[in-house]
């Protein structure tokens, strides 16, 4: 049976998934992660390499002193999966953050603002190939695979038509013993966002 005959939408309405773009991140290899180039984006100037380099110190910091991102959110007052998302780029600190983050990983405040400047906008999403080839990353995109139009279902039944924000959006990941095994448990709250109509 082909797949697309299961599929609730026409072959036309699923979307197309790019394979010509990939970046990898500076957590997981040592070259730069982004373009040694100035760019523009949203009217901020941003020198790419620059805060890619900075967050290969942040890595090398959080190792050196055997540190995991739950331990450091809690120093710093943010979530685990926001901290986490700030060591790659994918978060945009406040002033307040980088003090905080230079007393934790003993790097001079002045750093911290060279590599995180106010021009400086998370560029999201550039990051990951699609599908992606990480095992457990592959697992979650498995997860939509088999469950994404149950969940689109249930979903609509209990809010009508629209989206759940990823913008207004928390996530949680726990570790909990069930059935003599260790489980994964992640949790996604987000605002609900109706479409308008008009």
Not at 2 to 31: D, F, Q, T
Not at 58 to 75: P, Q, T, W, Y
Not at 79 to 88: D, G, H, P, R, V
């Amino acid at each position: 049976m082909n797949i697309w005959s299961i599929s609730p939408l026409p072959l036309r309405a699923i979307p197309r998934v790019s394979w010509s773009h990939s970046i990898r991140s500076p957590l997981l290899e040592a070259r730069p992660a982004l373009p040694s180039v100035s760019r523009r984006y949203h009217g901020a100037a941003i020198v790419r390499d620059q805060t890619t380099q900075f967050l290969k110190r942040l890595v090398e910091a959080k190792e050196n002193k055997e540190l995991s991102f739950g331990e450091i959110a809690k120093r710093i007052g943010r979530s685990e999966i926001w901290t986490a998302a700030l060591f790659y780029g994918h978060a945009k600190p406040e002033q307040a953050d980088l003090k905080k983050l230079s007393e934790v990983l003993d790097i001079p405040e002045q750093e911290f603002k060279r590599g995180f400047p106010k021009s400086f906008f998370p560029i999201r999403g550039v990051g990951l190939q699609m599908p992606p080839s990480d095992p457990l990353m592959y697992r979650l995109y498995e997860f939509l695979i088999v469950y994404g139009f149950p969940l689109k279902s249930i979903i609509h039944e209990k809010f009508g038509d629209g989206i759940m924000s990823a913008i207004d959006c928390t996530c949680e990941v726990k570790k909990v013993e069930q059935d003599k095994a260790e489980r994964v448990v992640i949790t996604l709250n987000g605002k609900w966002l109706p479409y308008k109509r008009w």
